[in-house]
């Protein structure tokens, strides 16, 4: 009981000279393993929302007579909502606690969820989404600052890789967990799903977190700079996402895409000027820091956007019901939840640098396999590739982490775990549009030749629209009154004509994680050791 109240009180007012240490916790509230169990559970529930989604995106299509772009949206707003609000997030918890910022964050993720079970219109899940992604912003950063004000410099490796390995293994359980719950219960419970374990979160999260604040924390807002920085990367975003159906030469196109880089120079410029800004610059002179969050980008793009056309292709390719597709992604998911934790042992013996630069060149390798597949691919073949991309993706999760925040000070732990995370976000929004844009391309470039070379009766205009957003989520636009002979031979030029943009949207994404390989060169070790465990404790 004494241990107890020695936690919770403020401890005497120190030297300012004076680092602060962990104070050593007996008792539940603070205790460092306590702490980690207890936001894993909210970090779970986030980063698996990321991924869950993508298998029960075909029945959510068809229940809610959605199109190929609402259901973009659907991961699109999740992700873009996480990536504007991040680094904001991130300031939130360092200016009035992380403990607080975490515990409304799960409150509101949960709420979300379930408004969106009970929505019955694309329009309204698309709106909760948003909402889903701007409170997991709040918990996301919150759970890394807590992390690192309450584990000593000597175990903080290990609890962040323990953290990566988490949100490696949701991102990938995702399809496997969304395809039982979309085939034996519905679309809905998939987000339902939610509510006992953000209640669950809320819980062990009042009885355990104890709030850490470093001495010198912001105390003031950077508004300017928050509008600047948002409307920045929603500029970006809204401009790719948009592209293919205004044209990449459009001059919509190029108005946001100015608009973003407008944005993001005006945003630069004032980090500079103000006091306390939302961003310290400062941070980015840091090269292993500034690599580690380009990899971040690159690899989501590669893997979220790479992932939102395998589970299609597995479902209406193959055939395969939502929770076969999530069996036959097992491979990925086993992988990354085995080779997180080990990953975290050789990057702890021999640094980020090599399992880092490793781990890109297995998920460039596992792309490019993946652009070899075919309508008639055995589940053998893809099991291999698929392995190899989760055995790929497990130390880029761990060690990225590691390196962003292990090389940003204590009192800015928020914003540098708003900005991994963002950088995720931001990579997987990006992804899921440029390979969306370029399966899009190829789609509506291949499918009228294809359909004319197999003999079928050319599409009318009023036709072609429909036929090509079916043919994009690997659907043949067959209608019930057709002979089964035309109908199969429409299935096949469908079928055909979507692997064809699957595999040029893998060979993308080979390519970007191939200059990641590049990209993690640049990265070394942070050093936490001066600031790990430090800060006031309210």
């Known amino acids: 009981m004494t241990s107890q109240t020695t936690v919770d009180k403020a401890p005497p007012s120190p030297d300012p000279a004076e680092p602060l240490g962990p104070t050593p916790s007996k008792g539940r509230r603070g205790h460092p393993w306590l702490t980690l169990f207890s936001v894993a559970i909210g970090v779970m529930m986030v980063a698996l929302d990321g991924t869950i989604v993508a298998i029960a995106n075909p029945a959510i299509k068809t229940d809610l007579g959605a199109s190929f772009a609402d259901v973009q949206w659907i991961t699109n707003g999740y992700f873009l909502a996480l990536a504007v609000a991040l680094i904001t997030a991130g300031k939130l918890g360092d200016r009035f606690g992380h403990r607080q910022t975490f515990l409304i964050g799960v409150t509101g993720f949960a709420a979300a969820s379930g408004a969106i079970g009970l929505s019955h219109s694309i329009s309204l899940v698309i709106t909760f989404r948003v909402l889903q992604g701007l409170f997991g912003a709040l918990l996301m950063p919150a759970a890394l600052g807590l992390l690192r004000a309450t584990f000593p410099a000597e175990k903080l490796n290990m609890a962040i890789g323990i953290w990566g390995m988490v949100i490696g293994a949701s991102t990938a359980g995702g399809p496997i967990l969304g395809g039982v719950l979309v085939e034996h219960v519905s679309w809905q419970s998939v987000f339902f799903i939610n509510v006992p374990v953000g209640v669950l979160a809320l ?277 019930p009154d057709l002979p089964p002979a035309v109908a199969q031979q429409i299935t096949t030029v469908a079928h055909d004509t979507f692997m064809s943009g699957m595999s040029l949207a893998s060979l993308v994404a080979a390519g970007v994680a191939a200059v990641a390989v590049l990209v993690a060169l640049l990265t070394k070790r942070g050093d936490n050791a001066d600031a790990a465990g430090g800060g006031v404790h309210i």
């Open 203 to 479: 819980v062990l999260g009042a009885l355990i977190l104890l709030d850490h604040r470093a001495r010198n924390a912001p105390r003031s807002f950077d508004v300017l700079g928050i509008l600047l920085l948002s409307v920045a990367m929603f500029a970006l975003v809204w401009a790719i996402i948009k592209a293919p159906e205004w044209g990449w030469g459009a001059g919509m196109t190029w108005l946001f895409i100015v608009a973003a880089v407008v944005c993001f120079g005006g945003f630069a410029y004032w980090e500079t000027k103000v006091r306390e800004p939302l961003v310290p610059l400062a941070l980015f002179r840091s090269v292993p820091l500034s690599a580690g969050v380009v990899l971040m980008v690159l690899m989501a793009v590669a893997f979220l956007g790479g992932l939102f056309f395998v589970t299609f292709y597995l479902q209406n390719v193959h055939g395969m019901s939502p929770i076969d597709a999530g069996l036959h992604l097992l491979p990925l998911t086993g992988m990354m939840i085995v080779g997180s934790p080990l990953a975290g042992l050789l990057i702890t013996k021999v640094g980020p640098r090599i399992p880092l630069a490793g781990g890109m060149v297995f998920t460039a390798a596992a792309m490019f396999g993946m652009s070899t597949l075919e309508t008639d691919t055995s589940s053998l073949t893809m099991s291999v590739w698929f392995a190899m991309l989760g055995f790929g993706l497990a130390p880029v999760m761990v060690g990225a982490t590691e390196v962003i925040v292990g090389n940003a000070p204590m009192e800015l732990s928020g914003v540098a775990g708003g900005i991994q995370q963002s950088a995720m976000q931001i990579g997987g929004s990006l992804g899921t549009a440029v390979l969306g844009a370029v399966m899009a391309s190829k789609v509506s470039s291949d499918l009228p030749g294809n359909w004319t070379a197999a003999g079928l009766p050319p599409l009318t205009a009023a036709q072609s629209g429909p036929a090509t957003e079916a043919v994009q989520v690997g659907v043949a636009p067959v209608s």
